[in-house]
């Protein structure tokens, strides 16, 4: 509907940012990363919720160590938010993320930045260059007599400069702030001289309404004109709120499609139990395109499934050859495992027509619990609980944040 200008295409973890990609939307988590049981949670929230990126701090080593636990389990591509200490961006890339975002404010060491960029280069690893009216260099903010939209261009324009002497240009741009004409006209400088992929945003837009309001006004205004590729609602607020603001922005403006049945899988990791591709396209398959408007989650394992997708309406997790029912987090039937998807499909329809209470009051509940238990502890005890090796990763970035 709206010509969008041309960039070029990046990839952060397999989705696609700029090009011909779909405009897609970002979030970021608000527990503490080392909390990776509380962290993954809200990811799958969110993904649920429409959120096709996730940004997660990576502000000390705790919170590194807790990536490499979170990457591996999580159903969408980690970003890791760098602050101050450009090791911390070397410890995320070694606990796996698939981007990083790094204010140039504040890391001003060029030598710093390269260091940054070539390993993500050696590693192919996204990296927006976020600059922030609030946080802009001095000399800048000097010579431009304050925050200025063309200071913050010439900002952007400076650090791409670094990551273009190592050869590095998996890189996506944001020049945010938090006036909304402010970044408008940064945003339209910015697409004038440059064809790489814009993250847009109005920060600290503040609480829901006017937060809504302010990072609409800004977001929709560009993407109108065209501009953006990805978008972020930085709302003081539920992040799942954000997901939902910028996934529903997307469908108004008619740049992405409204689903029917919103199916989430987890990615699979060294704790599944089933092929979690086959099952999740199976079930696709099954739902078709009928108007089931319900999100209903695949996923490898009961031992993290029932928790890491409680936001869904219909779950069904693998364990010891049977899969496990839960709605909204709550384990309700248990059947074979060769019958997953009709199972999710019977419970779907039964929701969708009495509603998640009624679907509930016909089974035994405590019973379907005690059945996850048995498998749930099962598996542990089959497999230990460090399946997808992070110990070693978490040694691996101990080591590199004490160099
Ligand atoms: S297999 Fe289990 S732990 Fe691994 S990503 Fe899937 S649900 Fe999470």
């Not at 990083?100 to 260059?129: F, M, T, Y």
């Not at 837009?205 to 004109?225: C, N, Q, R, S, V």
């Not at 989430?264 to 591709?277: H, N, Q, T």
Request: charge should be negative; hydrophobic fraction near 45%.
């Amino acid at each position: 509907m709206y010509e969008r200008r041309k960039t070029r295409q990046i990839f952060v973890g397999k989705v696609p940012v700029g090009g011909d990609a779909p405009v897609t939307v970002q979030s970021m988590t608000i527990t503490k990363t080392a909390d990776v049981e509380g962290t993954l949670q809200q990811i799958y929230a969110l993904a649920g919720a429409g959120c096709d990126i996730v940004r997660c701090t990576c502000n000390e080593a705790a919170a590194a160590e807790g990536l490499a636990q979170i990457v591996p389990r999580s159903p969408i591509p980690i970003i890791a938010d760098i602050h101050h200490q450009y090791k911390m961006a070397l410890a995320a890339m070694e606990a796996g993320v698939h981007g990083l975002r790094l204010n140039p404010g504040n890391i001003r060491r060029p030598e710093h930045i390269k260091a940054v960029a070539a390993e993500a280069r050696d590693r192919n690893v996204s990296i927006r260059i976020g600059v922030n009216g609030g946080s802009l260099d001095p000399a800048l903010y000097e010579k431009w007599g304050g925050i200025k939209p063309e200071a913050m261009v010439e900002s952007a324009m400076q650090e791409l400069r670094y990551f273009q002497e190592v050869d590095f240009d998996l890189v996506k741009i944001s020049v945010k702030a938090s006036s909304v004409p402010l970044m408008v006209e940064a945003y339209r400088q910015l697409s004038d001289v440059t064809d790489i992929p814009l993250h847009l945003g109005v920060t600290e837009a503040g609480p829901p309404p006017a937060g809504l309001l302010k990072a609409t006004a800004g977001i929709a205004t560009l993407l109108m004109e065209g501009i953006g590729d990805t978008i972020r609602y930085s709302l003081t607020a539920d992040p799942v709120e954000e997901a939902r603001a910028g996934r529903q922005l997307l469908e108004a403006l008619g740049l992405r499609e409204r689903k029917n049945v919103d199916l989430i899988a987890c990615p699979s990791c060294g704790r599944a139990e089933i092929d979690v591709i086959d099952v999740a396209k199976r079930a696709m398959e099954a739902f078709g395109d009928r108007q089931i408007p319900l999100q209903v989650a695949v996923m490898g394992c009961v031992v993290n499934g029932p928790g890491e997708a409680r936001e869904a309406d219909i779950g069904i997790a693998a364990g010891n050859k049977r899969g496990h029912l839960f709605v909204k987090g709550r384990n309700v039937a248990v059947v074979a495992e060769d019958e997953m998807v009709e199972a999710l499909v019977e419970w779907a329809e039964f929701i969708h027509e009495h509603g998640t209470e009624a679907a509930i009051a016909r089974v035994d509940t405590a019973k379907a619990e005690r059945e996850a238990a048995k498998d749930r502890a099962k598996l542990l005890d089959d497999k230990g609980d460090d399946v997808n090796h992070a110990g070693a990763k978490i040694v691996e970035i101990r080591k590199r944040a004490q160099a």
